[in-house]
């Protein structure tokens, strides 16, 4: 069975040396990004996170096509056809972004089943 972290111990390491010159470079990763989590639910929160902002895109495209919505860019009113083309590239980049982060913890969920799978058969055979 894999060594259990003890996250608490790690983050006063941390908080010990945070301010010594060169402690953390190299291998030594900050406690946070380190942690381990339920890579599962971060990717359905990924997921989650990028259809709220496709919803909110689509609410912003409905209401500039029909005309309610006015876009200004440094003091300037954009044409409706600028204000689309500009947010729909970024509204695309952010869920494109969320998509391919909740992709990847999707990966890293996948991996890690197999891997508590393959540990658990491992001591099933040693126990017979």
Do not use: C
Request: proline share 3%; glycine share 10%; hydrophobic share 40%.
């Amino acid at each position: 069975m894999p060594k259990k972290k003890n996250t608490i111990n790690e983050f006063i390491e941390w908080q010990n040396h945070q301010f010594d010159p060169g402690y953390y470079l190299g291998s030594k990763m900050h406690p946070s990004t380190n942690a381990e989590g339920n890579p599962g639910r971060e990717a359905i929160m990924w997921f989650v996170g990028a259809g709220v902002f496709a919803l909110f895109y689509i609410l912003w495209l409905v209401q500039t096509i029909n005309g309610g919505a006015i876009n200004v860019w440094r003091g300037r009113l954009l044409s409706k056809s600028e204000s689309i083309i500009g947010l729909s590239i970024a509204f695309g980049l952010v869920i494109a972004f969320s998509i391919w982060i909740g992709i990847r913890y999707r990966q890293k969920a996948k991996r890690l089943r197999a891997e508590r799978q393959r540990i658990a058969q491992s001591q099933k055979r040693k126990k017979r």
